[in-house]
């Protein structure tokens, strides 16, 4: 087991590089599935998350080689269709797979993925998306075990744009027989990264990006040349976060501010200064930080994934700001551990209220789940006089590569530790 020590106050300064997305790596890795022969992934972040989904795969025959930045991916042969609880329970995003098995081998048994920190996280929306388009499936002991003889064309209309849900019933629908029509689909950049690379494999998919998605079904892909994944906005939006807090900064290259407008705006508001530059963005932090109301909204809102990094922000700003958390029903996990070092915030339902002080105090804490790690991560950065120390960091290692490095590059004292 590691933990992070900070020994925080150093305004962070000087340029730092964003790492492919977390979560359009693994969508993508997971369509492999759909074209038989290798697939060559550029810009893959080196995550636990990505190697759980790697590791899953090669239980079902997938080879994967690493070499000069390229993620080859062998979907030649395909001997298995099982995702084991043991690894599903630690990355609900396993259930990713089952859309690209059942177009592939149209069979698939996977763990159903549990409760989740944040929230209960269903995975009905998926189901009935499969249902609608012939899949068979029943749960026996924990496992849903569906099967198709050729999947159906369908229209699907989704209660509420689920990110996966629409990863998934896209990655069914491009092998699928006729049109199927996705409606009040998500729009979040990593689905257009999705289609982009099924398309490069020959899908047929229009509307990606916004609410309707219509795919023409074809009866094979074949390997896409080469893909690069897109940047992580999550990971931008906390570097950018980051520098306001320290007030600090910092160029942020390689983002893309297109897919961080409700981020650069509540930023502003607080009163950091955002420029765009050729190949990103440089985040200049100011005294006093401004408290302003955030609300997550699915894309293009403010994203759920930066609201526990945004509240730490808050919590040294001048004023008060009301934090809405429209997303999930549990996300406010990170809270507590905030009070622990000095946050005043109170909650009510889906609200928070954060009074801000004028400074954080150092404390030891503990990460509940990935983004409140980064959270917690940012308040060390400014808590003066001591040590701050982030304990369970396994959860940030799932979704952040070398955070402590990047930090530590931006002039921040900050470690790892054995403990
Ligand atoms: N929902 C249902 N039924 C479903 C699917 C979703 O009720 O069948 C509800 C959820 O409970 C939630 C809302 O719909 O209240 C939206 O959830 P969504 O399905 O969009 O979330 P997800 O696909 O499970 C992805 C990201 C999350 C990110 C959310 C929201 C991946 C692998 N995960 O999850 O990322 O918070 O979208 O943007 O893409 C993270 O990276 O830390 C993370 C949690």
Known sequence: MEKIVIEGGAPLKGAVRVSGAKNAALPVIAACFLAQGTHRLKNVPHLKDVQTIKTIMSGMGVGFSEENGVLSVDTAEVSGYFAPYGLVKTMRASILLLGPLLARLGRAKISLPGGCAIGARPINLHLRALAAMGVDMFLDRGYINATVDRLKGAKIFFDIPTVTGTENILMAAVRAEGTTILENAAKEPEIVDLADFLRAMGAHIEGDGTDTIVVEGVKELSPAPEHSIIPDRIEAGTLMIAAAITKGSVSIEGCRPEHLAAVIEKLHSAGATVREMQNGLVVQGQDPII?????????????????????????????????????????????????????????????????????????????????????????????????????????????????????????????????
């Open 291 to 419: 408290s302003v109301d955030i609300e997550t909204m699915p894309f293009p809102g403010f994203p759920t994934d930066l609201q526990a990094q945004f509240m730490a922000l808050m919590c040294i700003a001048k004023g008060s700001s009301v934090i809405r958390e429209t997303v999930f029903e549990n996300r406010f996990i990170h809270v507590s551990e905030l009070r622990r070092m000095g946050a005043e915030i109170r909650i009510r339902g889906n609200q928070a209220l954060v009074v801000g002080k004028e400074r954080l105090l150092p404390a030891p804490v503990m990460a509940t789940d990935l983004r409140a790690s980064a959270s917690l991560v940012l308040a060390g950065l400014v808590a003066e006089g001591g040590r701050t120390e982030v304990n369970r960091i396994y959860h940030l290692d799932r979704g952040y590569e070398a955070l402590e490095k990047k930090f530590q590059a931006l002039g921040a004292s900050i470690w790892r530790e054995k403990i």
